[in-house]
């Protein structure tokens, strides 16, 4: 599953640049990990990163029931800008 | 200054030592590398074996440690020399490092880290997520301040002669903030279309990332914001600033004028520039090619300048200063250029067809007739005026064009990329060649070149030699002379150098008459925009404090921090992904046909791929969002640190542990397997301010349904050089598998164990308990890890209780309980070495059976963990000792020194 794994702190820098996309992948409604990373074409362990970051910031958050395929799904927050 | 007691180090050891000092009435001074006081225990989840919540219970300690009337904290900063004073105390050297942040103003609301452009691995998280380079370690901080962290200036940054935040803007691309990345370089010079265009980059030439597959392009990016920008429709309109009833005149309109006027005007100046040629732009419109820099970028720029109310009178020549002053012009800044050409001074330089290549590029930027078609042009001079004349001539269809040089290929002075481009539209080079003279009966026909054996002397000096027997002739039906330019100020009557140009002093740049100031080329010589754009920057800093009446000190426009060691800045990474750079985006053609530029403007995914190239070298990338978002004005990027002495009569070292590093057992597979994380980590995915919104696997958010534990990772383990039990892991993990089993009631938990150490107060209950829930303890050491395609990992141990033989099992999560390690810095803090250490490098305690707390220092003692693995209560208890030690220390000291005072004066006694 981790082919190559990347240096977490260039993962992390990545969350920048990252946002916007994860936030498109979002815009039709809430997705697991695995469903942002399909769409984005990216690891899953660089995306936790990412998602986690956005929700630490409040870009993000998780819908609170977990599904049954044991993976919760994160929406975007609604901002005023 | 004087303090009873220095506490270095405010964990729970640290702040118990300072808050049981300061209540016997002590005065106490402690120190705190990070932002917050609170150690590791405040990211803690709870705590074995109460399981009390660990930040309710620090909380209150931080607080009032922070607020006791006899302790005084110093977080952020760091103790960097400790000394015996001769006389049994100490003397303490600190540093306390600039947070940027003016902590009476900060209201802790977290809107510059909300803002902020750059993120980095957050260690308050255990690495599990981001934080900002503004930010508050974590939601209990105390004080709950905001710091800015900041490694230096960016190489990129530092590099810049006109002092524009190059990483900002890099950063503020990144972040898709394409406006805001505008207006940054707006705060410098209003050329953002310019120098995106023809900037020489000198920031790329040091970028790190050129130390890796390749510098990132960052004048393409800023060229990418101006385009953005410029092609926006309705542009927001720059607010007019309030007049201020002063008036400067800037006389020239290149880069150093056009600045200085901006940044004058942008502070309530009025300002008129008066230019002497038919447009506005100095060199940007009279040197620089169209398909490097097209007229309407200039005008692009220049509309900006003239947005805010600068006036310019163009075809105005101005050659008395003294008459601007009676004009009413309270000051005047010369920034004229350098337009004079220098001349070769050989035979038949007036011949018609011979001209500058200053001349030629002007008439051809501003529109006039010059008919090359078909001609043989030979271009003189090897510097990149000479490159823009020489394909400027291409352009206009001359039939061949020939570059002669006095330089070999290697010393050119043109950059190489615009030689490499010339050689590609078809130019040829002679290199080696000067003019000895030029024929022809009243017009150019040939040229006659002698071959230069040196271009400068021993001492650097340009000083030709040229052996006179070798010569070429060449036919041709134009010259264009390329051979230097000076500054034409005669008529300015101010004392010049010998090169013609104005003495101005280097940091203030006023001339030797005090309202009239020079700036740019005028008066450094030809250079390039980005440093007249420089100059023109300190000028109207000048100039402002000047017509203030206040002092004209060169240090007060910025000391900028050093640049950051590119070495430090590739060592934060092992490994670095190779991103390919964008390919320059020019479009070559041999012969081209006309001035439409060569390079492309990015697209938004190349600048997105660019810029996240970008290593953040100085972490703070200098982007100003924070300052833009601070609703308190509490940021100060120009704060600096500052050094602080202090004398002490004892002191007590709190400087904890830290954690062994998982992927020294590359059996496990810490750092490879995204599901293998450590104990600490798990601490933090259990707390409640948790990195994650659940206890969810690190490789794929999946909740885990069988979580392992690896015991003793780290400890008893002659491998990695640490004989010793850590004492915590074996009760933290099972505090663990006491949390993970209420948080994920359908979680199997399972502990690989050597032995459980479960000694203390109602620890072996504690265990107890926890095989009653359910957690399956597992006896013998795991050998190896290996991970599944799924992120499922499968340990391989020996069950040396069970059915025997070696066994595997698969998990979807893996902790290690990783152990504690002497914290190395601690036996820095003595300049001396004197701190004595024991075996295994904690701090060593001169009797740890009969007298808990001292080292071999009179006068030093050890609290907490720094003297080896302690829980929390411990860590407590070996703090009350080393305090009682400490205390009675300094009475000690104090009755030697003043016998009768320290009799009769009672201590303040602050109860609690
Ligand atoms: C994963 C994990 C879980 C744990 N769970 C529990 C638990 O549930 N219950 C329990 O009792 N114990 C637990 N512990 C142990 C507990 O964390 C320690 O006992 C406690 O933190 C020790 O406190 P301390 O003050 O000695 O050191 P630390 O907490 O390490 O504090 C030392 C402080 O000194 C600062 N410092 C270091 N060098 C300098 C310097 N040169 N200048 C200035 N400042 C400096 C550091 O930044 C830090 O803030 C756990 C430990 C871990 C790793
Ligand atoms: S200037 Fe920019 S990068 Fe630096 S701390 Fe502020 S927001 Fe972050
Ligand atoms: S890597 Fe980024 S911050 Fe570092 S020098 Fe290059 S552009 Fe500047």
Redesign the pocket.
Known sequence: MSPAIRDTREIIRDEQVMRAPILEALAAGPRTIPEIAQALGKPTHEVVFWVMGLRKYGWVSEIKEVGDDGYFRYQAVPRQS | MKYDALVVGSGIGGMESALKLGDMGYRVLVVEKEPSVGGKMILLSKVFPTLDCASCISTPKMAATIHHPNVTVLTYAEVHGIRGDGNGGYHASIRQKPKYVDEAACTGCRQ?EM????AVPDEFNADLVSR???FIAFPQAVPKKAV?ERAGVSPCTGACPAGIKAH?YV?RVRAGQYEEAFDLVLETTPLVGSLGRACYAPCEEQCTRGQLEGPLPIRRLKRFIADRHYGRAGRTAIPRPQPNGKRVAVVGSGPAGLTAAWLLARQGYGVKIFEAAAQPGGMLRLGIPAYRLPNEVVDDDIATVTAIGVEIAVNTRVQDVARLKAEGFDAVLLATGTHRAVRLRVPGEDLDGVRSALAFLADVKLGHAVNLAGKRVLVIGGGNVAMDAARTARRLGAGSVELASLETREQMPAHDWEVEEALAEGITLRNGWGVHRLGGDGRVRSAELKACTAVFDAAGRFAPRYDEGKRTTLACDAVIVAAGMSADTEAFGLPTNGNRTLKADAGTLQTAAPYVFAAGDVVTGPTMITTAVGQGRRAAFMIDRFLQGLALDPSLLEAPLPVVDQAAVLRRQRVYDRRVPLAPGHAMSAPPTGFAETETTMTEEEAHLASARCLDCGV????????DACPAGA?H?DMRGRDVEVDVNAVVLATGFTLFPADAKPEYGYGRFRNVITGMQMDRLLAPTRPFNAVVRPGDGKVPDRIAYVMCTGSRDAQVGNPLCSRICCMYSIKHNQLIMGALPLADVTVHYMDIRAVGKGYDEFYQQAKDMGARFIKGRVAGITEKKDGNLVLRYEDIEGDGGIVEAEYDLVVLAVGVQPNPGVARLFADGSLALDDYAWVGEADEDLDPGRTNLPGVFVAGTASGAKDIPDSILHAGAAVAQAAAHIERSRAAAAPARAAAEPRVQVTA
């Not at chain 2, 803002?115 to 750059?118: G, I, L, N, Q």
């Not at chain 2, 703070?620 to 300052?627: F, T």
């Open positions: 510059c803002a902020c452009t750059v900002r380079a503004a800015i900002g950063a703070c990338s200098e982007c100003h969002a924070c300052v940021i990027l």
